[in-house]
């Protein structure tokens, strides 16, 4: 079967880093995506990885291996509103999206 | 300022009753996904459109929702009867695939409580 593997919850400092896991075994592989999603909101894009290697856009990073069907979300300088669930999300071979169950951060001051 | 378009916002029912949710995708989109969550089950997939063709509602209960796209600029998911079971968040997300692909864009979701 298909899965997608994430922490259920992490807790960071302000202004620390965290690195969100998520590791994947699915039919085929067509990009990953991560995605940010506050509380009582829609999920908002925040990075696709399709080749290996790191993506950097601004305080977030986001980083693949094909080969070891890993991922990474770096988020640097954490700011409070930073508290909120990231989703990991495969697209398969199908072009179906494969979704993690989430992982909820939490910002301490 | 594309956008998907999701109505009503919120939807409350009695149960039993038929519950019609809207979905305006993005124009020129031509993938199309409806989803429920909830806290304990996360992001489920519900059915999943391809240029208006269904490619894949094996996730929906058949014998009581329904999804379809009449055009290229709406969707709709349908629920009939509706149980309280079925209280969920309910989101409508589109992208174009296949084409130099993008993301996938959520709309703002439905609401609904059934009592």
């Known amino acids: 079967g298909q899965n997608i593997d994430q922490p259920t919850e992490m807790t960071a400092t302000e202004g620390a880093i965290v690195q969100i896991n998520c590791t994947y075994q699915?039919?085929?592989?067509?990009?990953l995506f991560w995605y940010q999603q506050h509380a009582g909101e829609a999920p908002t894009f925040l990075s696709y990885?399709?080749l290996d290697g790191l993506e950097e856009k601004g305080r977030f990073s986001s980083f693949l291996s094909r080969s070891k069907g890993y991922s990474y979300l770096l988020l640097k300088e954490l700011q409070m509103k930073d508290s909120a669930s990231y989703l990991c999300?495969?697209?398969?071979?199908?072009?179906?999206?494969?979704w993690g169950a989430g992982t909820k951060l939490i910002i301490k001051p | 300022d594309a956008r998907v378009t999701q109505t009503p916002r919120d939807k409350v029912t009695e149960m039993g009753q038929e519950v019609t949710m809207r979905c305006q995708p993005i124009l020129g989109h031509n993938t199309v996904f409806w989803y429920r969550q909830t806290m304990m089950q996360g992001l489920e997939l519900l059915a999943y459109f391809r240029n208006r063709a269904p490619l894949d509602d094996s996730g929906m209960p058949k014998d009581r929702f329904s999804a379809e796209m009449p055009d290229a600029t709406l969707a709709t998911l349908k629920i009939q009867p509706s149980e309280p079971r079925d209280s969920a968040v309910y989101f409508c997300a589109s992208g174009l695939w296949g084409q130099g692909d993008t993301e996938a864009f959520f709309g703002q979701g439905t609401r609904l409580t059934v009592v």
């Open positions: 990885n399709v």
């Open positions: 999300a495969v697209r398969d071979s199908n072009y179906q999206l494969i």
């Open positions: 699915t039919s085929g592989f067509n990009g």
